[in-house]
């Protein structure tokens, strides 16, 4: 109920291409819907982030789509740039108890954009 | 720099030993949020901390523990430690229970040998 499934588990694209990351879950209580960027030796950034009445979230070069009735959600980053090269973490947030929402990652999918 | 600071950035340890890991959260963030990050489990999240209280717990062995003090920074002991424990630690602070925007430090590479 926690899970939230992320693939691919790594990607290749070519420089300015379109990168597209995919994640389900199942549980109905998540509210929010992050996504988290991180390159080695950091730690992962804050990205984009959507609610669930909203279907479509972008910014800039990067854009959320959200299906409720599916319980899917991707990222899309257009004109994919190689300093995008990082690896890439959906995730969920669910209210936990006590006044506290948990952060449930998926397991990440590694981005390199080749020239 | 996100501003949470995380030390120290590397640890070798041998198994059977007890470290604490450190953080000091963003100014003004009340809330402190520890993850273990391993290539196979990806980021786990093991226990919250708000103005000094616990607040949640994720999937935390009992052989590692947290606290946070009244100058809102925390620590995190392990403790007995295994081959497994290795992996990175992070640390992530938010303003407020409600915040969802997480910061997140750059982490405390931990390898036990």
């Known amino acids: 109920q926690q899970q939230v499934k992320q693939s691919p588990q790594s990607l290749i694209v070519q420089k300015g291409g379109i990168s597209i990351i995919n994640c389900a879950y199942e549980n109905t209580a998540f509210d929010y819907f992050p996504w988290y960027q991180q390159f080695p030796g950091k730690g992962p950034a804050l990205l984009i982030a959507i609610r669930p009445d909203v279907s479509e979230k972008k910014e800039g070069r990067f854009t959320i789509s959200f299906n409720k009735s599916a319980k899917q959600f991707s990222l899309h980053i257009m004109d994919s740039q190689p300093g995008d090269s990082a690896t890439y973490f959906c995730?969920?947030?669910?209210?936990?108890?006590?006044?506290?929402?948990?952060?449930?990652f998926g397991k990440g999918t590694k981005l390199s954009v080749i020239p | 720099d996100s501003g949470v600071t995380q030390t120290p950035k590397h640890l070798i340890t041998a198994t059977g030993q007890r470290v604490t890991l450190r953080c000091s959260p963003r100014s003004g963030d009340l809330s402190v949020y520890w993850y273990q990050q391993s290539l196979d489990q990806g980021l786990q999240f093991l226990i919250q901390?708000?103005?000094?209280?616990?607040?949640a717990k994720g999937n935390i062995l009992e052989r590692f523990s947290a606290q946070q003090f009244p100058d809102l920074h925390s620590e995190l002991n392990l403790s007995s430690l295994e081959l497994g424990d290795s992996a990175l630690y992070f640390c992530a602070s938010s303003a407020t229970l409600l915040n969802y925007g997480y910061t997140f430090g750059s982490g405390t590479r931990l390898t036990v040998v």
């Open positions: 901390y708000y103005n000094g209280e616990e607040r």
């Open positions: 995730a969920a947030t669910v209210y936990s108890g006590a006044g506290s929402y948990q952060l449930t």
